[in-house]
């Protein structure tokens, strides 16, 4: 079993496609399926149905499929530590986001991350904070960027605090509060709003401030993306409440101080159980203080 037969069915797995992954691959169609013919055989059972119109993992292999990812992760970590030993950073960079971070300029910091480290292969995933926390967990993320209520950590991740920030309330520009130099929570209950899905750490920090107020509100519209909740509120439809540095660059929709706000923290956060070489100058250049095991 060779790790290169493994990253030709990860390709087939992610492309439901021999041509497709050759191509990814880099390889010629034939000499890819030749290996993965080979792997099977090896193995013996059969990776994939293949049909002339579709290509999907058999039972085996979607057992194999995780395995494959963790070998060849291994392979390229075991890489990454040893030109680390010898002065040199390569390997992956997987960094995770919620599109609200304000506290660090992601785009600025892997443009210069890059330009500093050009062997290091690096990639991007924008989502919610649960999931982004879960999949560094997982080690599909090296590090994530996270905004969570003032009453949560990163669970089970190593950490540090970026920021903190009170939300404001996001209105149309023709809404009677759109010229109010401020408004309370319990003028804002009686709005429609939209919000992140209840249950995120998104949604939490604004569901907890109007709980402990005492106050129930209408949350007629959940959305995935804060551009999207601005896409709502901008025409009237409903009311938001966002990070005020963020709520600033949204066009056609009023930010309005709240002046019992709701909060949340901006943390950075990583694995416990040990940084890549990657991660950890990364961390280093953005002026981070790296640790491991407890959260700080």
């Known amino acids: 079993m060779e790790l290169q037969q493994m990253r030709y069915v990860i390709a087939v797995a992610e492309t439901n496609s021999f041509t497709r992954a050759a191509e990814q691959c880099l390889v010629v169609q034939s000499a890819l399926s030749h290996q993965i013919g080979r792997l099977e055989r090896e193995l013996g059972a059969r ?21 494959a990812r963790q070998c060849l992760e291994a392979a390229e ?8 030993a010898v002065g040199e950073v390569r390997g992956r960079l ?56 003032t009453t949560a950590r990163p669970r089970g991740l190593a950490s540090h605090e970026l920021a ?6 996001v209105v149309a520009p023709g809404h009677p509060l759109a010229g109010a130099p401020s408004v309370d929570l319990r003028r804002l209950a009686s709005e429609v709003f939209v919000d992140f899905p209840a249950g995120t750490a998104g949604r939490a920090q604004t569901d907890q401030a109007f709980s402990a107020a005492g106050l129930v509100r209408d949350v007629a519209f959940e959305v995935t993306t804060a551009d999207y909740i601005a896409s709502l509120v901008a025409p009237g439809l ?46 280093g250049a953005l002026g981070i ?3 491991d095991g407890r959260e700080a």
């Open 238 to 283: 409903a009311v938001a409440m966002l990070p005020p540095a963020y709520a600033d660059r949204l066009p056609g929709i009023v930010a309005v101080d709240v002046s019992d706000a709701p909060a949340r923290v901006q943390h950075a956060a990583w694995s416990r159980s040990g940084r890549t070489p990657a991660a950890t100058a990364f961390l």
């Open 47 to 67: 990776l994939f149905e293949r049909t002339t119109r579709r290509v999907r993992l058999t039972p085996a292999g979607e057992a194999f499929l995780p395995a």
């Open 289 to 291: 203080p790296v640790h």
């Open 77 to 84: 970590r075991a890489a990454a530590e040893v030109a680390a």
């Open 164 to 169: 903190r920030d009170r939300l404001v309330a």
């Open 94 to 149: 997987a960094v995770g986001l919620i599109p609200t971070v304000t506290a660090v300029d992601i785009p600025a910091a892997l443009r210069d991350f890059r330009h500093r480290y050009p062997h290091v292969r690096i990639s991007l995933r924008v989502g919610a904070s649960d999931e982004l926390a879960e999949q560094v967990r997982q080690g599909a993320l090296d590090v994530a960027f996270l905004g969570l209520p």
